[in-house]
């Protein structure tokens, strides 16, 4: 494709050449800051926006590695002097990867409590060009409160080594500390002109103020679909086809034989891992091949075909084998090999392009709960690169069996994963890089 | 495609067959409900999502077609019983609406200003299994309102005949009239389990309370994005390219020597109808013949490149002519003309299918001030139709002449419409219904 000296375009589909924001988080502990700061980051990246969370605590631990609650009191001003230390060392690293042009979106992982700490925040950005988007994360709901505090006593460095008990009691007097001073984003209407959000229970409610920036009301509308029910996302490749028997890539093939009998023992496979009874919401592609794979499934679970889902378009190459491709178009085939993620087919798409159209996936799959996606190699491999965190150099290479199941379930921190194998031969559908083979088995690192 | 028994899929590619959703307007008169409502419903039904305004305006007018303020009065009993009878006969229909299969979103516009109407709606829908979703509209921009009530004085049958400035003084008592017993929603807590959002000044800030529902989602997400400031859009295809001359559909050809005169008369037609130094953003889809097209225009215009943009995918008859397409494919050749928007070329796209593709476009489109999109046919046509409200049975049908440059400002009520040939001819694209011809004139209705 020609690229009359354009720029990339990320997963949003648009330039943010001169883009910089400051995502500022804001609450009390235990109000899944961290986490919502950890989700976003994952989001951008995944569509090619260069994200980093500075994280002000762990600034002060390089000072203070345990502090008590009274550490948190601001009427000790020992501490409040170093708390100050740490959020200025954060902010100034932070502006300094502004400055060194890496960076689109910073996000600012501290309590920012008051309404003169975020004054402070917003001229410091303000004078560097930089825009602010304050997400405040507010909890009333008390279940939600005691698992965040469950997660901190028994996983942060500040507790470690501490009996349980004694950590959550601290916490607690921690909290307290922060709530005695804590003033809400335009709790009195002098932050009214502040473009911010607030996020009451995760998902109960949301209040946009001042929303102007295309990327501000994505990362908003993001926020928006967030929830925190737990919930897995089962995957799987359709089952082998006639042209992974042959080679031949893209198409519109029916299963092979074996292909089949992966898609009569899938609904076996399902029930195990999701349980009886357990509503399942199946989507797939509009191919024969990812369609006929849920063909078995029960007829209780609602299906659904996305053509988001179909798999990346290989154009002119449409049919062909590796070797075909190698012949016709060496350029191409060595281009692609060199960088398989941005490498475009002739009439076809790129990774960068599945990932675009997949975006909506993406959004979908973090409204909804319990889903089985049933799809094709890239596309598997894009959606995995999601919730696995892994590369743009590495997703397009990873291997992803055939006739296997993954269950992928999100944890406040990273994804768990659980693969099952149907016990059905399939070929391998995995190439090495400048390889031709039909058919050839994963080398390298351990991948999936 | 194999369509296993599925249910044909809207432009948000999802299925919405169970969904009943009564989005409830509330707002003080001149608050641009209407607007919204009416901006909403477009939406939804370019998405084939079947919407409806019910407006209660309308069916108090049949009985009261000319109240003055004082109709208005609370304290008015034979008023406030004939308004009461007006809401009451349009949720009736509405129910009935519902009730009768067809439709998916209804929208109850009115000023619902009171917690006892509020609740009253909510309980009769509930009642039916319908959802509902209250979206409150509030202002306190005394421009906003100002033009709101010189467009009601002027337009309003309440009004026909009546001296505007009367008009005015007479809109404005009933705006007091009905402030003296306005309860915003939510105000005291007790409606804190509606699923609700509260735009203030459009645009400015948005609240977002209890959605759960994804089509709500994405009705809230198109509300946060909407704008009123004026703006136009200009559409043009790219200029005629070789396989236009040779009646190829498809491809990626570059301009034929008429099409690189008309990316040369391009930044003097914009100019002209932009205006000086009014700064405008260049919207191409991936493909040569748009690049080019918009290759001369200033270098200070941001140019940005959308693969959704590109033209609607011709699968396996990319580069034949329509005469080879019924020779190879007649079944298809059929298929096609019989139901042009639902037909998916084999391994291609449908009109449907491009929707769904622009359906971020559009979104990105109500946000955006100034854009310029050069862009292909039936990306035109689906993009067109948005504006202009055309049918799915007309759009692929529509003339969309090449060499043309269309500009479009969205007003209160419709989108005006401007169109400046540039005076170089080319080939005409379109086709009638059956017909095989290389390049044939529009014919019937004067399309466009």
């Not at 601001?74 to 100034?92: C, D, F, I, Q, V």
């Amino acid at each position: 494709m020609v690229e009359k000296g354009l720029k990339k375009t990320n997963g949003l589909g648009v330039q943010v050449e001169n883009t910089k924001i400051c995502v500022v988080m804001v609450g009390l502990p235990a109000r899944g800051k961290s986490l919502i700061a950890q989700k976003v980051t994952r989001y951008l990246k995944w569509l090619s926006i260069e994200a980093k969370v500075f994280n002000v605590g762990t600034y002060r631990r390089t000072d203070t590695p345990k502090p008590t609650a009274d550490f948190f009191d601001t009427n000790n001003p020992a501490g409040e002097k170093m708390r100050r230390a740490a959020a200025e060392a954060a902010l100034s690293d932070m502006l300094k990867w502004f400055r060194a042009g890496e960076g689109t979106i910073a996000i600012l992982d501290a309590t920012n409590s008051t309404r003169v700490r975020r004054r402070w925040i917003y001229d410091e950005c303000t004078k560097e060009g930089i825009d602010t988007l304050f997400v405040e994360s507010r909890c009333d709901d008390e279940r939600l409160i005691m698992a965040n505090i469950l997660e901190v006593k028994t996983t942060s460095p500040d507790y470690q080594g501490t009996d349980p008990e004694a950590a959550a009691l601290d916490f607690r007097n921690r909290i307290r500390n922060y709530e005695k001073v804590y003033e809400t984003v335009d709790g009195d209407g002098d932050e009214k002109d502040l473009t911010y959000v607030k996020i009451m229970n995760i998902g109960a409610q949301v209040i946009i103020n001042q929303i102007h920036d295309y990327l501000q009301s994505r990362i908003v509308y993001y926020l928006m679909n967030l929830h925190i029910k737990p919930r897995s996302i089962w995957l799987s490749r359709h089952g082998e086809s006639m042209y992974n028997l042959s080679g031949q890539i893209g198409g519109d093939a029916e299963l092979s034989s074996r292909g089949k009998q992966y898609a009569l023992k899938l609904p076996e496979l399902v029930r195990q891992s999701v349980g009886d009874g357990r509503p399942l919401t199946v989507w797939t592609s509009t191919l024969r091949r990812a369609i006929s794979t849920g063909a078995h499934l029960p007829a209780n679970y609602n299906q659904l075909q996305w053509k988001a889902l179909d798999e990346l378009d290989a154009g002119v190459c449409d049919g062909l084998t590796y070797a075909d491709i190698k012949e016709k178009y060496p350029e191409d085939f060595a281009a692609r090999d060199e960088d398989k993620y941005n490498y475009r087919y002739r009439g076809g798409e790129s990774y960068r392009d599945v990932v675009i159209r997949l975006e909506s996936i993406i959004m979908e799959l973090e409204r909804s709960e319990d889903i089985l996606i049933i799809t094709h190699q890239a596309v598997l491999r894009c959606i995995y690169a999601y919730y696995k965190e892994k590369s743009q150099s590495e997703s397009p290479w990873m291997a992803v069996p055939l006739h296997t199941l993954i269950k992928l379930t999100p944890k406040a921190y990273g994804t768990h994963e659980e693969r099952t194998a149907a016990g059905i031969d399939a070929v391998s559908t995995w190439r090495g890089k400048g390889s031709v083979a039909k058919h050839e088995d994963p080398v390298g690192e351990p991948t999936f």
